[in-house]
């Protein structure tokens, strides 16, 4: 059962990276922010677009170049982020460190994190956590700029 978990954990970050979700610049960003891994070169452009008004996040993208690790978190980002309001947004972001972390988790979170929970196998590889985390980090900074 392990194994099988496994499995379909390595086939999700094959596939977000192999085809990434919202890979592409978005003209009509509110928010943008930059991160860069200097350890291994990973590079993210990560762009949002903000409802004022509702305060949703009404679509985000991303660009840039790394690793397999970096890319399928920035796309898994992508996907758990939009159409939640920023602070949902930052709330995700906070139990994804959290998991990163190896900080205990209920039931509830990893339920709440789904798909993302595919990158916790990354911690067995800590010199990798930052390629993971990357995309969270520069979340984060455009989310900043909106408080």
């Known amino acids: 059962m392990a194994?099988?978990?496994?499995?379909?954990?390595?086939?999700?970050?094959?596939?977000?990276n192999r085809r990434p979700r919202n890979f592409r610049e978005l003209?009509?960003?509110?928010?943008?922010?930059?991160?860069?891994n200097p350890l291994c070169g990973d590079q993210i452009s990560l762009q949002l677009k903000?409802?004022?008004?509702?305060?949703?996040?009404d679509d985000v993208g991303f660009q840039?170049?790394?690793?397999?690790?970096?890319r399928a978190s920035a796309s898994l980002l992508t996907q758990a982020v939009k159409?939640?309001?920023?602070?949902?947004?930052?709330?995700?972001s906070q139990?994804?460190?959290d998991?990163?972390?190896g900080k205990?988790?209920?039931p509830v979170a990893m339920v709440e994190l789904g798909e993302l929970s595919a990158l916790e196998v990354v911690r067995q590889y800590p010199v990798r956590i930052k390629c993971a985390l990357l995309p969270w980090v520069a979340l984060e900074d455009g989310l900043r700029q909106l408080r």
């Open 3 to 16: 194994s099988d978990l496994g499995d379909l954990y390595q086939e999700i970050l094959l596939e977000h």
């Open 27 to 36: 003209a009509d960003a509110t928010h943008h922010a930059d991160g860069f």
């Open 50 to 57: 903000v409802n004022h008004d509702s305060g949703v996040v």
């Open 64 to 70: 840039g170049h790394g690793c397999a690790i970096s």
């Open 83 to 92: 159409g939640r309001t920023v602070e949902g947004a930052s709330d995700v």
């Open 95 to 97: 139990l994804f460190r």
């Open 99 to 101: 998991m990163m972390q």
């Open 104 to 106: 205990p988790l209920p």
